[in-house]
């Protein structure tokens, strides 16, 4: 119910951005950029990088907002899957993701905790350079069609 109504009000919102004159090639370009830049594997820093990443290619604002929030529990559920990636990446072992054995190192050796975690943090953000540029030109190259499509229904 939820998910069918909050793709519903992205839809009219991305809509609404074509109405008013956005081309489907720059919104394509702004929500595939969103995309990765919403995945990054360190959280709380995707609104500042989508901020940083849309000035400078001046994009649009309110869409790259928008789409890095609305893939907020996405970015959670795949920073395991970059860090063991990362893991893999280095040939290192990978962190562990139980709760219990986080607190319990966090509380055994909280200095080599921080380095282990920071150190997986990187290997994880690795992972994503490397696979990010890729998921993105893709979701560009199939957004900018349906935004083509969109608009030339909506004429």
Known sequence: MW????FDRSRQFLIQQLKQGAS?????LT???GFALALFPALGTTTALCL???????LNQPTLQAVNYLL????????PVFLNMGAWIFSVPAVSFNPKTI??????APGIFFVNYGMAGLRGMVA???????????AYLVL????????KVRR
């Open 72 to 79: 907020a529990p996405v970015q959670l559920l795949l920073i």
């Open 144 to 151: 900018k069609v349906v935004f083509q499509n969109l608009q």
């Open 103 to 108: 607190i319990a190192e966090f509380f055994a």
């Open 52 to 58: 940083l990443v849309g000035l400078v290619l001046k």
């Open 24 to 28: 489907a090639e720059g919104l394509a």
């Open 3 to 6: 998910l069918r109504k909050a």
């Open 31 to 33: 929500c595939a950029v």
């Open 128 to 138: 994503w350079l490397l696979v990010m540029p890729v998921i993105a030109a893709v």
